[in-house]
T-cell receptor
């Protein structure tokens, strides 16, 4: 079964440092997403990406964050100048196959980011 | 952003029990509805989509009431392996953000 893969599984970084979280979405999917889940809280939408540009973003996704699709397979989330409150599980997801009205969103296994 | 509300639980039930979870959503423009399952520190995984006429998948039955903006999930004959957090999820259209409830925790014991 195709799957979304994320690396690394766990990242520890010092406050103020930049981190890049990496994802390989399912190859024939059209939409890519980043979500985050702070420990004990709900899964929160950050950003969606379609046709090589941001299609939607939440109020959480401020200038500290950026996304990129540097090649045909990878999808990255960059967090500049990390803060303690950025510590969370970050999930990448993808969905939508061309010609089908709706498809299940598949999630990667997540990257646990710990800012110290 | 409008919200999705769930009873956080936990629901502690014995094996074989029937348990029901409820969810309400506030955005009347919501078009798609799902139940996801999340195991501790793992990613959410789709349990089932929820259709207007209601739908069943084995021991799991989902219902949708658009007028009341209410979604339910019924689990019959609970198994130990059903222990997890159940997430109610909605979105307004394909390709847009999924909006998650905080989840309801189920613990099934022998």
């Amino acid at each position: 079964e195709p799957e979304v893969t994320q690396t690394p599984s766990h990242q520890v970084t010092q406050m103020g440092q930049e981190v890049i979280l990496r994802c390989v979405p399912i190859s024939n999917h059209l939409y890519f997403y980043w979500y985050r889940q702070i420990l004990g809280q709900k899964v929160e939408f950050l950003v969606s990406f379609y046709n090589n540009e941001i299609s939607e973003k939440s109020e959480i996704f401020d200038d500290q964050f950026s996304v990129e699709r540097p090649d045909g397979s990878n999808f990255t989330l960059k967090i500049r100048s990390t803060k303690l409150e950025d510590s969370a599980m970050y999930f990448c997801a993808s969905n939508q196959i061309w010609g089908r009205p709706d498809t299940e969103a598949f999630f990667g296994q997540g990257t646990r980011l710990t800012v110290v | 952003r409008k919200e999705v509300e769930q009873d956080p639980g936990p629901f502690n039930v014995p094996e074989g029990a029937t348990v029901a979870f409820n969810c309400t959503y506030s955005n009347s423009a919501s078009q798609s509805f799902f139940w996801y399952r999340q195991d501790c520190r793992k990613e959410p995984k789709l349990l089932m989509s929820v259709y207007s006429s209601g739908n069943e998948d084995g021991r799991f039955t989902a219902q949708l009431n658009r007028a009341s903006q209410y979604i339910s999930l019924l689990i019959r004959d609970s198994k130990l392996s059903d222990s997890a957090t159940y997430l109610c999820v909605v979105n307004t259209q394909a390709g847009t953000a999924l909006i998650f409830g905080k989840g309801t925790t189920l613990s099934v014991s022998s």
